[in-house]
């Protein structure tokens, strides 16, 4: 994703306070993985970055989609930016 673009949704989309503590439901795998989304990068990429493989980079963002109640990718960017920028 353009960070442009995510700073435009972030502008858009205010998380409220109570949500920055979900990070604390995440893994530190999880986590690594949500900033490289924020970053744009596509699963195949965040697999080579990570050394894994792109199955198991499907597993930690769905899982990490599922913890922080999220539906898209882009929301959960777009919160990770929001969240970095307090």
Known sequence: MDARLAEVLASVLRP???ETSKIDLLTPKE???????????ANK??????????????????????????RSRVEAA???VNSRDR
């Not at 080579?48 to 922080?68: A, N, P, Q």
């Open 78 to 80: 777009v919160w990770w």
């Open 45 to 70: 990429v965040i697999a080579r970055k990570m050394d894994i493989s792109e199955g198991t980079v499907k597993v930690h963002v769905k899982r990490m989609l599922r913890k922080l109640d999220f």
């Open 31 to 41: 986590r690594e993985v949500l900033q490289f989304i924020a970053e744009g990068d």
């Open 16 to 18: 409220d306070s109570s």
